[in-house]
């Protein structure tokens, strides 16, 4: 079992910067991949970013690629996502989620643990 718990959200403004923070526990994150998903009242999980868990290799989404970097720390079991030029549309409560010896997947299915969400509020 891994627990994951996300932290960093807030709200902001429209051009700022935030970074989200996973903190895992339970498991060491060097044999997992992790994602970033946010979702909205009424609307599908969407995904944001992902990380693979041996190549490093990494996938965004076109909404955020540009904007938003994806980070595993191994050695202090957290994963961040760093989002800069924040937009209205960039509101929602954001996920992390870990899959173990996963690639970087934009499918929510493929992950097996998730935390509970962290809100981010931008405004305009």
């Known amino acids: 079992q891994v627990q994951l718990v996300e932290s960093g959200g807030g709200l902001v403004q429209a051009g700022d910067s935030l970074r989200l923070s996973c903190r895992a526990s339970g498991r060491t994150l060097g044999s997992y991949a992790m994602g970033w998903f946010r979702q909205v009242p009424g609307k599908e999980r969407e995904f944001v970013a992902a990380?693979?868990?041996?190549?490093?290799?990494?996938l965004y989404a076109d909404s955020v690629k540009g904007r938003f970097t994806i980070y595993k720390d191994n050695a202090k079991n957290t994963g961040d996502l760093q989002m800069k030029s924040l937009k209205p549309e960039d509101t929602a409560v954001y996920y992390c989620?870990?899959?173990?010896?996963?690639?970087?997947?934009?499918?929510?299915?493929?992950?097996?643990?998730w935390g509970q969400g962290t809100e981010v509020t931008v405004s305009s």
């Open positions: 990380i693979a868990y041996m190549t490093g290799i990494t």
């Open positions: 989620a870990v899959q173990w010896r996963g690639v970087a997947s934009p499918n929510p299915s493929d992950y097996s643990f």
